[in-house]
């Protein structure tokens, strides 16, 4: 099997189409489609049903596609690893974690780590989902839970902690809650959306409730950074993780004694990358920023 006609079906398999295929690669329409063909030929079976509205892989073409992922996740895994200098960390370096700590206390404290390693260019992909390590989808994963994947190395990088707060002038007209039962006269911010990044996200929403019989919010988001805002604009009451409230200091913080979910936060990645100096220096970068907020 010859290697760019694989590539060309893996691109062409994931992108549904000769077209698009074709735009990925910088190759005409009937390039991609000649290649697609002499593939076919080659293996003597069809590896895409062929549909007015695109193509749908066969099954051997499921089989094919599937080994040939797999096949360029660990070529772009070693070519990472090739193109890391001897003597120092180079190259670029795939970062992942959720929305909420990727831009509130991850993106602004890329300044120092970029100029500290300046033969590192970097790519944060900020996704409330996991991406997937095993198939390249990102070097390293910021995830505020343990790896599910084998084959991944973990580190516990940090605790999380949930701190109540409004602001001075939604207590100035609401009054200040000093019970957790109390909330059930005041305006929520929930975390809204399908996949909160952290189990028990609304913990605030059942705090002295009995099990079932959740608060409704005033106002659901599906960004931290966003209910932040609507917390400091005066709109209600809300949970935030304690490395928000850090860079929000004119917050007030309620029910100190509330004793609320822990998260466990955790550096993953692959365990081909375990002597990646890319790795190494940024996990440590991250350990000694960390160790600077407490």
């Known amino acids: 099997m010859d290697w760019d006609k694989l590539r060309v079906f893996h691109a062409v398999a994931e992108a549904g189409s000769f077209t698009h295929a074709g735009d990925t ?28 509205r695109g193509l749908i892989l066969t099954e051997q073409g499921e089989a094919l596609n599937r080994t040939v992922r797999e096949v360029f996740a660990k070529l772009a895994m070693t070519e990472a690893l090739l193109t890391e200098s001897k003597e120092k960390p180079a190259g670029r370096l795939k970062v992942t974690t959720t929305m909420g700590f990727g831009s509130t206390w991850l993106a602004p404290r890329l300044q120092g780590f970029l100029e500290a390693y300046p033969d590192i260019t970097m790519s944060l992909l900020l996704d409330d989902n996991d991406l997937d390590l095993a198939m390249r989808e990102a070097d390293v994963a910021i995830r505020m839970h343990p790896p599910k994947q084998p084959d991944l190395v973990q580190r516990h990088l940090l605790t999380i902690l949930w701190q109540v707060c409004a602001s001075p002038d939604y207590l100035k007209k609401h009054g200040v809650p000093t019970r957790p039962e109390e909330l059930d006269a005041h305006r929520l911010i929930l975390f809204g959306g399908y996949h909160p990044p952290v189990a028990d996200m609304n913990w605030l929403a059942d705090a002295g409730r009995r099990p079932g019989n ?4 005033l106002l659901e988001v599906n960004s931290t950074q966003a209910m932040t805002l609507a917390i400091r604009s005066g709109l209600g009451i809300g949970a935030l993780p304690d490395y928000v409230m850090a860079e929000n200091q004119d917050l007030v913080v309620l029910m100190p004694d509330l004793k609320p979910p822990k998260v466990d936060v955790y550096f993953v990645y692959p365990e081909e990358l375990r002597n990646s100096k890319r790795v190494a220096v940024f996990r440590d970068f991250l350990l000694s920023r960390l160790a600077e907020m407490h």
């Open 214 to 217: 959740p608060r409704r919010a």
């Open 25 to 52: 690669l910088n190759l005409s329409q009937s390039a991609v489609s000649r290649q697609i063909s002499a593939l076919e030929e080659a293996l003597q079976v069809p590896l895409f049903h062929r549909h007015a």
